[in-house]
């Protein structure tokens, strides 16, 4: 069955500094790829999505992931973190059901 | 537009009592999709809707059921309540049925005492 890893369940970042959350994915056949945002007591937003269009696909805020086939990975980026982006993120698969990572809670250091 | 809509956003029962949950989906999305977030399980896939039959399931018991009406709104039931049924439940809608992507509603947090 095809997973997605989440590797890091805790990272925390300095304000300004590069934000990298990084995923990996099980699947012969690459799957459609999703990063997703939690704030707490709500519900998950959108940030991003891969279809097999484009390998690096922007997303909202910022952010952006990269999909390598070579290293079925599709890690999650962001330049520059700011103290709004502190939150629980999780990366997702799809090919006929979601499958979601365990979420990487980013912390976010003024 | 108007996005997922859950009701209620709290709730509090006691064990052996049954539940009900809501979930309206966005205008026009004819999939929809239930998930258990606990702190120690994380996410897990309970059921998928489309056009009201049940497409998936997860690995949950009888216990938890669902359906999906005519208008593509949705409810969760979960009978006989466990301690351990205390968790937010989530629920997503889709335009396509591939589900390229989840829109979420911001859940029901359901607390079993």
């Known amino acids: 069955a095809q997973s997605v890893t989440q590797l890091g369940s805790h990272v925390s970042v300095s304000e300004g500094a590069l934000v990298l959350l990084r995923c990996n994915y099980s699947?012969?056949?690459?799957?459609?790829l999703f990063w997703y945002v939690q704030y707490p007591n709500q519900g998950l937003q959108l940030l991003l999505k891969y279809t097999s269009a484009a390998t690096l696909v922007k997303g909202i805020n910022g952010f952006e992931a990269e999909f390598k086939k070579s290293e079925t990975s599709f890690h999650l980026t962001k330049p520059s973190a700011h103290m709004s982006d502190a939150a629980e993120y999780f990366c997702a698969s799809n090919r006929n059901q979601f499958y979601f990572g365990t979420g990487t809670s980013l912390t976010v250091i003024p | 537009k108007a996005g997922v809509t859950q009701t209620p956003r709290y709730l509090i029962k006691t064990r052996g009592q049954q539940v009900t949950l809501s979930c309206s989906p966005i205008?026009?999305?004819?999939?929809v999709s239930w998930y258990q977030q606990t702190p120690g399980q994380g996410l897990q896939f309970l059921f998928e809707?489309?056009?009201?039959?049940?497409?998936n399931k997860g690995n949950f018991p009888g216990r938890f059921s669902g359906r999906q009406f005519s208008n593509s709104r949705s409810e969760m039931n979960v009978s006989t309540l466990e301690l351990g049924d205390s968790a937010l439940y989530l629920c997503a809608s889709s335009s396509d049925r591939n589900n390229y992507g989840y829109t979420f509603g911001s859940g029901t947090r359901l607390t079993v005492v």
């Open positions: 809707y489309f056009s009201e039959t049940q497409r």
């Open positions: 699947s012969s056949v690459p799957p459609y």
């Open positions: 205008s026009g999305h004819r999939s």
